[in-house]
């Protein structure tokens, strides 16, 4: 994949996933963390010169965000996606299939509108937060839309049988098939039996079908959570040469190989932690994609304005000695003693790891798992707020649990 | 009055005001009246060839509206305020900060948007239904003019003093000073010793201050509600040319000259009827202001898609006259045949004064004051059912009071 040059010929395209606008926002701490990172999102895209940005839902983190997170989402995608700046990508399929599934008054991908300037396009579906809900059935990335501030696709509104139209892009020589599976309300197993009932098909452009670079967006689970509520690679079809995968927030935009399907998966994960797992404390990162042709070269660029998360998994049973005899109030001094360690050691770790970036927030979050088997629990909000100058979340910093117990993931 | 022609230099503005999008929107009767008043505004300004459209506050029924009514208002603010055609008037004050007082990312009148092609400005204030609330203290007609749709001036954000800044306008020689008065949350009595202790100040242009023709434009009770929670003609300075009052959902859009302040009130009314009272029966009309240096003529349009009213006062003892020894049932079913005979009436009445436009609706609006003294009342909902293919209020057509009791208006 390495011959892939910047031409006339190369799309380029910043992808990217659940920035969760709106996540707790009105955490004076962490409430505007979302925005930043929307705002780096496009900063990479217009320094990176790219012909569009494909995000893979959850855009926004409450079905019904509030005036002011929609507020703000509107100005950062004035201040970035308009402009004067050509868009050199062709739309050659049926522009009000692909975009006016919500509004008749949408009958273009938002850069041939003739009344709005768009610099930068975004192309989005939604996700299991900003799923469409309410008369119209209406998502709040649809208020994007009808502005033409995004292009909404992916909308499909059939329970029974699903056949997704892809949006045909064209660039040069290069041509893209973009598909997006929104479920809408449907239920994961229900989509999963879809899928294994062959009742998911995917419309395939009538000509030159072999010249085609085939992508897919989807917002499912991915890892396994029970026997069906997820989507296994192996339902795609190997027709696709990449597949871009939302919903799952631990960063893995590395292209991963399926030998099997044949294709190329990306996970882009969430810019914002909004569980605070092992999962989510990996490097938050973005991807510019590059096409021409079939082929393929990505670039992976860390993103610096992300707050910093340390998970660590701790055993008071294997750090905290105290001598035999000692009095309840005297272990639990040394339990305490043990946490405030670790934690001193993930801040200076956290110091040392800083992007750089100004607009990186100076406290991280902290979270340790302490296995306390053996011991007594000790109040974790009294224990937090020593460290509350200096961490973003000192009132859950330690989460208590037992070996036997197994961590339940927030909802993504 | 009758001097203005339409040349280079006069100024032509449809007036209007209290259009409450969204009102009812689930009743599948009347849920839409509210969007097609709207269009119907759009329509005539573009008919008119208005220089813009200025509106007088409760643009949206709820504070915060709907997605649904959020998307329709974004629909047709698209659907007629984007386009070509240029707009030759301009805004010689500061316009960030006419305009920019709830976004940053709002430094000009939204024509003056390189990125959007605006052929229809719209100027508003906010009203006391779409007040500023949560988060930023933004209203739901923040999300129109964060998106370049609608100008919202009028913002004072002090509660003790008040110094309105006025948005300059110049088209050849004519020169407009917009003032809007929005009171955010403060209450009625509070902004009636404001203006009673003279800590409500305008601010005049430096320069020329002869040649601007003054309009303000405020959404304020003007019949009087007890002692102060209204606002008298008089406060108002008299260097004022034209005031135009929203909020008050009668239409008296006809310029009333107040001789002591020498100024012009207009009250351009709701063209929706929220409340089915006698105010909101009469001709809901809009107008067209043409200025030319410091004259004014106005054209009066009757709305003509506007669902009609009729309101009738009617006396059981007046009509119903039942036989000596009638039983009760015999008298209701009296008292219900006058009721029915009234209602017939008003239907005729109704059918002889349709507008003639394809979306005026069928179905008028029946509102019966039934004073029914010295009878009994009779189930009004079952009454009601009669119609229900007839009135779009079948559910309380009929209203029973007694004769001392005062109507109480519905909130405006
Ligand atoms: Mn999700
Ligand atoms: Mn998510
Ligand atoms: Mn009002
Ligand atoms: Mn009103």
Same mark, same amino acid.
């Given at each position: 994949?390495?011959?892939?040059?910047?031409?006339?010929?190369?799309?380029?395209?910043?992808?990217?996933?659940?920035? =969760?606008?709106?996540?707790?926002?009105?955490?004076?701490?962490?409430?505007?963390?979302?925005?930043?990172?929307?705002?780096?999102? /496009?900063?990479?895209?217009?320094?990176?010169?790219?012909?569009?940005?494909?995000?893979?839902?959850?855009? /926004?983190?409450?079905?019904?965000?509030?005036?002011?997170?929609?507020?703000?989402?509107?100005?950062?995608?004035?201040?970035?996606?308009?402009?004067?700046?050509?868009?050199?990508?062709?739309?050659?399929?049926?522009?009000?299939?692909?975009?006016? =599934?919500?509004?008749?008054?949408?009958?273009?991908?938002?850069?041939?509108?003739?009344?709005?300037?768009?610099?930068?396009?975004?192309?989005?579906?939604?996700?299991?937060?900003?799923?469409?809900?309410?008369?119209?059935?209406?998502?709040?990335?649809?208020?994007?839309?009808?502005?033409?501030?995004?292009?909404?696709?992916?909308?499909?509104?059939?329970?029974?049988?699903?056949?997704?139209?892809?949006?045909?892009?064209?660039?040069? !020589?290069?041509?893209?098939?973009?598909?997006?599976?929104? +479920?809408?309300?449907?239920?994961?197993?229900?989509?999963?039996?879809?899928?294994?009932?062959?009742?998911?098909?995917?419309?395939?452009?009538?000509?030159?079908?072999?010249?085609?670079?085939?992508?897919?967006?989807?917002?499912?689970?991915?890892?396994?959570?029970?026997? !069906?509520?997820?989507?296994?690679?192996?339902?795609?079809?190997?027709?696709?040469?990449?597949?871009?995968?939302?919903?799952?927030?631990?960063?893995?935009?590395?292209?991963?190989?399926?030998?099997?399907?044949?294709?190329?998966?990306?996970?882009?994960?969430?810019?914002?932690?909004?569980?605070?797992?092992?999962?989510?404390?990996?490097? +938050?990162?973005?991807?510019?994609?590059?096409?021409?042709?079939?082929?393929?070269?990505?670039?992976?660029?860390?993103?610096?304005?992300?707050?910093?998360?340390?998970?660590?998994?701790? !055993?008071?049973?294997?750090?905290?000695?105290?001598?035999?005899?000692?009095?309840?109030?005297?272990?639990?001094?040394?339990?305490?003693?043990?946490?405030?360690?670790?934690?001193?050691?993930?801040?200076?770790?956290?110091?040392?790891? +800083?992007?750089?970036?100004?607009?990186?927030?100076?406290?991280?979050?902290?979270?340790?798992?302490?296995?306390?088997?053996?011991?007594?629990?000790?109040?974790?909000?009294?224990?937090?707020?020593?460290?509350?100058?200096?961490?973003?979340?000192?009132?859950?910093?330690?989460?208590?649990? +037992?070996?036997?117990?197994?961590?339940?993931?927030?909802?993504?």
């Amino acid at each position: 994949c390495e011959t892939v040059q910047d031409d006339e010929n190369t799309m380029s395209i910043l992808v990217a996933s659940d920035v =969760h606008l709106g996540y707790i926002e009105k955490n004076g701490e962490r409430g505007k963390d979302s925005f930043v990172a929307l705002e780096e999102i /496009f900063t990479i895209a217009k320094e990176r010169n790219v012909d569009f940005v494909l995000l893979g839902g959850d855009l /926004f983190h409450e079905n019904k965000p509030s005036r002011k997170t929609l507020h703000t989402a509107m100005e950062l995608f004035q201040k970035y996606c308009l402009g004067d700046r050509p868009c050199s990508v062709k739309v050659v399929s049926d522009q009000a299939v692909n975009f006016g =599934h919500t509004s008749s008054s949408i009958t273009c991908v938002n850069y041939e509108n003739p009344n709005v300037n768009i610099s930068l396009p975004v192309f989005s579906i939604h996700g299991n937060h900003d799923d469409p809900s309410g008369a119209g059935e209406l998502s709040a990335i649809d208020l994007l839309s009808v502005t033409g501030l995004l292009n909404h696709f992916g909308k499909q509104t059939k329970l029974d049988v699903i056949s997704l139209s892809p949006v045909l892009l064209q660039k040069g !020589t290069t041509k893209l098939a973009l598909y997006g599976l929104e +479920k809408g309300s449907m239920r994961d197993e229900r989509l999963h039996r879809l899928f294994l009932n062959h009742l998911v098909t995917m419309l395939r452009p009538k000509e030159s079908l072999d010249d085609w670079f085939n992508v897919f967006v989807l917002h499912q689970n991915r890892s396994k959570h029970g026997a !069906t509520n997820y989507i296994p690679e192996q339902f795609l079809d190997d027709f696709f040469d990449l597949i871009i995968w939302g919903h799952e927030h631990e960063c893995l935009i590395n292209p991963q190989w399926n030998p099997i399907k044949r294709f190329f998966v990306m996970q882009p994960g969430s810019p914002v932690a909004t569980s605070l797992c092992e999962g989510e404390s990996k490097q +938050k990162k973005v991807a510019v994609v590059k096409i021409r042709g079939r082929e393929m070269k990505t670039d992976i660029i860390p993103l610096k304005t992300v707050r910093q998360l340390y998970v660590e998994n701790i !055993t008071l049973a294997d750090g905290v000695h105290p001598p035999a005899g000692s009095s309840p109030e005297a272990i639990e001094a040394l339990s305490q003693a043990y946490c405030e360690e670790v934690v001193e050691r993930l801040l200076l770790r956290a110091q040392s790891q +800083k992007s750089g970036h100004p607009r990186q927030p100076r406290k991280p979050l902290i979270r340790l798992r302490v296995d306390y088997s053996g011991f007594d629990i000790f109040n974790a909000y009294r224990f937090g707020a020593k460290f509350a100058d200096r961490v973003s979340n000192p009132e859950n910093i330690v989460h208590f649990l +037992k070996k036997s117990v197994k961590k339940i993931r927030d909802d993504l």
